[in-house]
């Protein structure tokens, strides 16, 4: 039974330009959502894809937005990129939303931007 | 606004002793609380869910216990070892996403 996966594990960029990362979810899990963590943070929360639509959203700006595929598996881009942006992305699948059910994270991928 | 706060921030200790980790939330309306590992540079790792009606969970040498009136809960772990070593996040799930604190670094030395 494969786990949370994502992809790239790294992924280098410069500022202005557009990332694409992308997850896919544990199976069985219909649920995505996505975490940013800065070095020596907690994450935090970013968004939440259902039912291929975004169920609830952080305080993150409008250059983060994404995408759920009917497979389940998402996107998260990231536009105009920022220095601050560099960060560890992390994905989390679960059992349908709103259920409160366990949150399963995959490895993450590591974003720098230069 | 909820928000999570984890003591000690950093943890040093030698092997075998017992320990306690500590996360306390300012808002006790939760659904459950996690506990999570996290290897340097890797994703998290689900250690123990506790939900909003529990008052605690065990997994081997990890004992975890909730106090939702008071927005508390311990992570106990018994007879450390070196492969402990890891930094300790504890996440509340609040209308069905995560609010995290920052985490305790915990490293068991030989």
């Known amino acids: 039974d494969a786990g949370v996966t994502q992809s790239p594990t790294h992924l280098i960029k410069t500022r202005g330009q557009q990332v694409t990362l992308r997850c896919s979810p544990k199976?069985?899990?219909?649920?995505v959502s996505w975490y940013q963590q800065a070095l020596g943070q907690g994450p935090q929360f970013i968004f939440q894809y259902y039912e291929e639509e975004e169920r609830q959203r952080g305080n993150f700006p409008d250059r983060f937005s994404g995408h759920q595929f009917p497979n389940y598996s998402s996107e998260l881009n990231v536009n105009a990129l920022l220095l601050g942006d560099s960060a560890l992305y992390l994905c989390?699948?679960?059992?349908?939303?709103?259920?409160?059910?366990?949150?399963?994270f995959g490895p993450g991928t590591r974003l720098l931007v230069l | 606004k909820q928000e999570v706060t984890q003591i000690p921030a950093a943890l040093s200790v030698p092997e075998g002793e017992n320990l306690v980790l500590n996360c306390s939330f300012t808002d006790s309306a939760i659904y459950n609380l996690q506990w999570f590992r996290q290897d340097p540079g890797k994703g998290l790792t689900s250690l123990l869910l506790?939900?909003?009606?529990?008052r605690e969970q065990t997994s081997g040498r990890l004992n975890a216990s909730l106090d939702k009136s008071s927005g508390r809960s311990t992570l106990y772990i018994a007879a450390s070892q070196p492969g402990d070593s890891a930094t300790y996040l504890c996440?509340?799930?609040?209308?069905?996403?995560?609010?995290f604190g920052t985490g305790t670094r915990l490293q068991v030395f030989p």
């Open positions: 199976s069985g899990h219909d649920t």
């Open positions: 996440a509340v799930d609040n209308t069905d996403k995560l609010i």
């Open positions: 989390a699948s679960s059992l349908t939303a709103g259920t409160s059910e366990t949150q399963y």
């Open positions: 506790i939900q909003s009606s529990q």
